[in-house]
């Protein structure tokens, strides 16, 4: 089993930036890769960006290219998510989430863990 604990969120203005962490706990050994996920109020939970933990390799929904970076400090088994130029759309509740060795890490259905999530709102 996996644990997984996000902190970081809050409420900032646009254009400015936040930092997500999210401390993986339990059988990290068997972790393929970690992400982030987020599901504003009416909406479907969608994909933001992983990393393959191995190799280092990034994703990033195209909603979010070139404003947030997802890097991972391998000691501590910890994911993190920059989030700059900050956009009201991009308010959400955001969810850490562990892979087992889904091939596919992309897609909510393919992660086996789950944090609580962490509020991020973004006021214009």
């Known amino acids: 089993q996996v644990q997984l604990v996000e902190s970081g969120g809050g409420l900032v203005q646009a254009g400015d930036s936040l930092r997500l962490s999210c401390a993986a706990s339990?059988?990290?050994?068997?972790?393929?890769?970690m992400g982030w996920f987020r599901q504003a109020p009416g909406k479907k939970r969608e994909f933001v960006a992983a990393?393959?933990?191995?190799?280092?390799?990034?994703y990033y929904a195209d909603s979010v290219k070139g404003r947030f970076t997802i890097s991972r400090d391998n000691a501590n088994y910890t994911v993190y998510l920059q989030m700059n130029s900050l956009k009201p759309e991009d308010t959400a509740v955001y969810y850490c989430?562990?892979?087992?060795?889904?091939?596919?890490?992309?897609?909510?259905?393919?992660?086996?863990?789950w944090g609580q999530g962490t509020q991020v709102t973004v006021s214009s």
């Open positions: 989430a562990a892979n087992k060795g889904a091939f596919i890490v992309t897609v909510t259905t393919r992660y086996d863990y």
């Open positions: 990393i393959r933990w191995s190799g280092g390799s990034t």
């Open positions: 339990g059988r990290t050994f068997s972790i393929n890769a």
